[in-house]
């Protein structure tokens, strides 16, 4: 079964992103879908804003933080 480029573009835009995570790992070898834990430092009114939210939604604070940079 053969696709046809308007089909081939139609899977393409669907899973763009996975499509360049993928051209990532063949350049890089780095996995950006993994998670990996790392250390930083916040200010402890930052630390309880996290905390007020992470109640509020029931996410993981990692979660959040992870959200608000997508955003940007």
């Not at 899977?11 to 992103?17: E, S």
């Not at 790392?38 to 007020?52: E, G, M, P, V």
């Given at each position: 079964m053969s696709l046809g480029n308007r089909e081939i573009k139609r899977?393409?835009?669907?899973?763009?992103?996975s499509f360049i995570e993928l051209e990532h790992y063949d350049r890089t070898r780095e996995i950006l879908w993994r998670r990996k834990r790392?250390?930083?430092?916040?200010?402890?009114?930052?630390?309880?804003?996290?905390?007020?939210?992470?109640?509020k939604t029931g996410k993981p604070m990692s979660h959040i933080v992870e959200e608000l940079v997508q955003k940007v």
């Open positions: 899977i393409f835009n669907k899973y763009k992103q790392i250390d930083f430092t916040l200010a402890q009114r930052t630390i309880n804003k996290l905390k007020k939210i992470r109640d």
